[in-house]
């Protein structure tokens, strides 16, 4: 079974999603166990994954090869180093909090909620292990089918717009990185193996434009400021669901892409071009936070909020030194948790009273106090506060950073103060303060299953906040193979 | 000259044509004889078993090696089976589809069928042309035979209106493919595709006479085709067409399409290469673009699915003009599922017609998923297919096409494909929001026979299901076009 773990996460989650899909909408309570049951079942399978992995090598590991399409050469072909393991895990777990999150609150085609979640996160972990540039794009595109349904089925008012705005915005982008790809595979001698790419000597010019068809693949899905715009829309009509594994797992695609695919593949563009990187990251984090300083909706605030932290992401990258990587990839796990926690916490006040506008609020922690003991943990986490998984990540960027240049980890620090500001200052107009209506003052307290489901976060976070070893440690050797790759140049 | 004899002339490799036409005339014969209630009925059976009938034939014996018949005038190679085959099966699935709704308007007609089998003998006899006659034969024989299906619909004026419209813009497109053929006879002296091409070989391409020949082959192609801005009469002709007979015209005729262009272009004309793909690369981003761009605006079903049409010949385009073995590859891939995506949206359309509802307004599918479930995730498969998107053959077809434009260097034609190929995922994604977004306007019930429910699930499901076996379909793509002996 250990040769067989990758295919076993990507394709038991898209055959149990059509089981779930052929059990039917007239039998939600079947539906919500057996998504339930799989995704659980699913997770722990996962684990294996982690203490089975050896970390004192930057090869792939769990290596599945076979041939797929001879025409082209095109192998089915999965792997797992240490960047992609850790997401994995990432999306197992929380594929697991969406469904019990989607407990109750999904009423209508509650199957076809289910499958949903459930395929995708078959096809997510597919993105992470695909090792072919054409199964990774594969997975990459079909991702976007079941996120196009969530958001468009089960999403708010203005669903329509924002899903395909979501699906054209990300299609453009990828069908770029389409191009850049059959490039790399003429140039490759008709190879589709991208740790083929990884040697292939690529003069100049090519690079920079392979990485600018990267990076409009990979900047909208992360998304980087300018082309971000999408991302408020699709938050905000979401389903809680939906809005969870998007900050949670898919914009991390976008970090993992250009670890994968623009620095190892296009060295020297990348170095000639950090200076744009730097600076839409810098500008990400410090424009995209004010601007999340004056939201009046609370979805809305929470996904400027994460555009704003992956600008860290971007900015860990980008700076070349292993602090600064290892922290890109601690912030996209902690802003997983993060993240999806406080799209929870605002998904448990909608579904009581049916609005997402701070000022609907005010006084929560009385009638709620549990709920507020969670929240408060939550916005302290995405505030960056020293014990929180938050804190870790930000920490190591701006360590990062200062080796470069000083100013880079000075503007950046600036987001430990803004996003101070309005995490906390939303926090201080929902939780505290004086009770604004009756209908806040009767509100009711998180039930056991919603608990369950934050306090698997609030652990997560205070875990990896207090000991971040077990995730840094497999990461290491990976992330100095990179660094190296990197490092040398593959001007012909 | 030797004596012609049967065994001479090689009978033989055209012996699924001869099958079919000769089945053709018997029906059309019997029904005269059959009693007036079962006789339709029975044309009809029998039709459809004539096509399953010559798939089968060509099959048995199907050609392992060039086989030029009818003193070279025709030839039976692996591609032109491959592609015979194909439009056997599809235009026999057309006509299943085909029964309910021309039942239900009076269309069902052993006549309407007996049309159908002549059509596709002409499509059969363009695939295995290596003559300019025999090419000029069997695309007339296949347009007259669409032409008088179209108008079968007499009751119609839209039908009537397309009919004739249809009529007019082929007669004008068969007359400039007429005139670019005269050229090259005069040119060369020959009216042998493998003579032309020895011609071309040699001949000094800056001759004007040459460029002019190569004009007119091209211009006629795109009209026949519908490729931008030789379209318009697609959409007209698709709207008005009873949908029956769109169904049928939509499908197997892309895949005729294809054996013209492989064999006046390819077989005929490859040395030409440089002087065509200048020619195509235009044609093929204009239709791209325009296809996809118009059919944003399109209110009507058939008429959104025509431009998507003229889209998706531009893309065929981008194969062919790449002029690579893999390019031409790519080109009958991308055509064969595309034959395939189309016939399975009309039957949709027919599927969800009724007798007083044609079910071709767009507003028609809203809430789909409400009404009919198992059909509005039919519509998802293949609107995802159409544009494009992972896991389904229409993305491998893509993507097939792409590549080779991208290892024949056209990487900027592949920029402005994949980027007009965003705009066009548009109107696919408005379907697949009026089916599973949008709230029912009726609850009328949607009920179809068992056969054409299966046989169009089936349908719309190769498009996924193919994909495991997606390998052995592009190898036979690579094999039968690497046979061409080029």
Redesign the interface.
């Known amino acids: 079974m250990e040769d067989k773990l990758l295919s076993i996460l990507i394709w038991l989650p898209i055959v149990g999603g059509a089981m779930v899909l052929a059990v039917g909408d007239s039998r939600p309570a079947i539906a919500r166990k057996l998504s339930l049951g799989l995704s659980i079942a699913i997770f722990l399978l996962s684990i294996p994954l982690y203490t089975g992995f050896n970390a004192l090598t930057s090869d792939m590991q769990f290596i599945e090869r076979s041939?797929?399409?001879?025409?082209?050469s095109i192998y089915y072909s999965l792997g797992v180093d240490g960047i992609s393991m850790p997401l994995i895990l990432l999306t197992t777990l929380l594929t697991v909090v969406v469904v019990i999150a989607g407990w109750e609150v999904i009423q209508t085609r509650v199957s076809q909620y289910m499958a949903a979640f459930l395929m995708m996160e078959g096809i997510m972990i597919g993105v992470f292990a695909a090792l072919d540039a054409?199964l990774f794009?594969?997975?990459w595109?079909?991702m976007?089918?079941p996120m196009?349904?969530i958001i468009?089925?089960w999403g708010g008012p203005n669903?329509?717009y924002a899903?395909?705005k979501f699906?054209?915005y990300t299609?453009?982008g990828s069908?770029?990185m389409?191009?850049a790809l059959?490039?790399l595979?003429?140039v490759s001698g008709g190879s589709f193996d991208i740790l083929d790419y990884h040697d292939l000597p690529l003069a100049m010019q090519p690079q920079v434009l392979i990485f600018l068809a990267f990076f409009a693949a990979f900047a909208v899905k992360v998304p980087m400021f300018p082309v971000h715009t999408w991302l408020p829309d699709a938050h905000v009509e979401a389903p809680t669901g939906g809005s969870v594994i998007l900050a949670a797992i898919m914009l991390k695609m976008g970090g993992y892409g250009f670890l994968r695919f623009n620095m190892p593949i296009t060295p020297d563009a990348s170095h000639e071009l950090a200076w744009l990187m730097i600076t839409l990251s810098l500008i990400a984090v410090v424009y995209i936070a004010l601007i999340a300083l004056v939201q009046q909706d609370m979805k809305k605030l929470i996904a400027y909020s994460s555009i704003s932290h992956m600008g860290f992401v971007t900015l860990g990258m980008f700076i070349f030194n292993a602090q600064g990587i290892e922290g890109a990839m601690m912030q996209m796990i902690s802003h997983g948790f993060i993240s999806g926690a406080l799209f929870l916490c605002v998904g448990v006040l909608y579904d009581r009273l049916h609005s997402r506008e701070i000022s609907t609020y005010g006084g929560v922690a009385k009638p709620m106090p549990v709920f507020a003991a969670f929240s408060v943990l939550f916005a302290m986490a995405n505030s960056g506060l020293p014990g929180t998984s938050g804190f870790v990540g930000e920490f190591l960027v701006i360590l990062g950073a200062f080796q470069v240049n000083a100013w880079f980890a000075v503007i950046a620090a600036l987001t430990l103060i803004f996003g101070a500001a309005y995490t906390l200052w939303m926090v201080k107009r929902v939780i505290y303060g004086k009770i604004t209506s009756d209908a806040v003052a009767e509100l009711e307290d998180v039930n056991q299953r919603e608990i369950v489901m934050l306090s698997i976060l609030a652990a997560m976070v205070l875990i990896v906040g207090i000991w971040p070893n077990p995730i840094l440690d497999v990461m290491h050797v990976t992330v100095d193979n990179l660094l190296t790759h990197v490092g040398e140049s593959k001007l012909p | 000259m030797t004596d012609i004899t049967l065994h001479s002339l090689k009978v033989s490799a055209a012996a699924p044509e001869i099958f079919l036409a000769f089945a053709a005339c018997t029906i059309l014969i019997v029904a005269l004889f059959l009693p007036e209630r079962s006789r339709d009925q029975i044309s009809y059976l029998l039709s459809i078993l004539t096509l399953l009938a010559t798939a089968v034939l060509i099959s048995v014996q199907f050609a392992d090696s060039i086989t030029a018949a009818f003193n070279r005038m025709f030839v039976d190679d692996a591609m032109a089976d491959t592609l015979k085959i194909a439009m056997c099966v599809i235009s026999a699935a057309a006509f299943l589809y085909s029964r309910r709704y021309n039942e239900e308007r009076g269309l069902f007609k052993s006549e309407y069928y007996v049309l159908g089998l002549f059509a596709v003998t002409g499509m059969m006899v363009m695939a295995s042309a290596s003559h300019l006659l025999t090419l000029y034969l069997g695309l007339e024989l296949m347009s007259l035979c669409l032409y008088g299906m179209i108008a079968f619909y007499r009751d119609d004026k839209l039908a009537v209106e397309s009919a004739m419209k249809y009529f007019v813009l082929g007669a004008l497109a068969s007359s400039i493919l007429l005139y670019g053929m005269s050229l090259l006879y005069g040119l060369t002296g020959s009216l042998f595709l493998n003579e032309i091409a020895a011609y071309m070989s040699t001949a000094d391409h800056g001759n004007v006479g040459i460029a002019l020949a190569v004009v007119f082959v091209v211009v006629a192609l795109a009209f026949k085709l519908g490729a931008v801005p030789f379209h318009m009469w697609v959409p007209d002709v698709y709207h008005g067409a009873p949908t029956s007979t769109t169904a049928f015209i939509g499908a197997a005729p892309k895949i005729a399409a294809f054996a013209i262009v492989m064999r006046l272009l390819v077989g005929g004309l490859e040395e030409l290469h440089h002087m065509w793909q200048q020619m195509l690369i235009i044609l093929a981003l204009l239709s791209v673009a325009a296809g996809n761009i118009i059919a944003i605006a399109q209110s009507n079903f058939k008429r959104m699915l025509a431009y998507s049409t003229i889209s998706h010949m531009g893309f065929f385009l981008f194969g062919i003009l790449s002029g690579s073995e893999t390019g031409y590859s790519a080109a009958m891939f991308y055509v064969t599922v595309y034959a395939v995506m189309s016939l399975a949206a009309f039957g949709l359309i027919l599927f969800l017609a009724t007798a007083n509802n044609e079910s071709d307004d767009l507003d028609n599918l809203k809430g789909l998923s409400k009404r009919h479930p198992w059909s509005s995730l039919l519509v998802l498969i293949l609107m995802?297919s159409m544009a494009g998107?992972?896991?389904t053959a229409g993305?491998?077809a893509k993507?097939?096409v792409?590549?080779s434009l991208?290892?024949a260097g056209l990487?900027w034609v592949?920029?402005a494909a994949?980027?007009l190929?965003?705009i066009g995922?548009?109107y696919y994604?408005?379907v697949?929001?009026l089916v599973?977004?949008d709230e029912p306007e009726t609850d009328e019930k949607i009920e179809n026979t068992t056969s054409m429910t299966w046989v169009l699930s089936a349908n719309v499901l190769l498009i996924v299901a193919v994909l495991p076996w997606?390998?052995s379909i592009?190898?036979l793509?690579?094999a039968v076009i690497s046979q061409l002996a080029l």
């Open positions: 041939l797929w399409i001879d025409a082209f054409v794009y594969v997975f595109e079909a976007l089918i196009f349904l468009g089925i669903r329509i899903t395909i699906f054209l299609l453009l069908l770029l389409l191009v059959l490039y595979n003429n | 995802l998107i992972p896991p993305f491998f993507l097939s792409i590549q991208v290892n990487v592949a920029i994949v980027i190929a965003v995922a548009f994604l408005r697949i929001k599973y977004f997606i390998d592009l190898l793509c690579n």
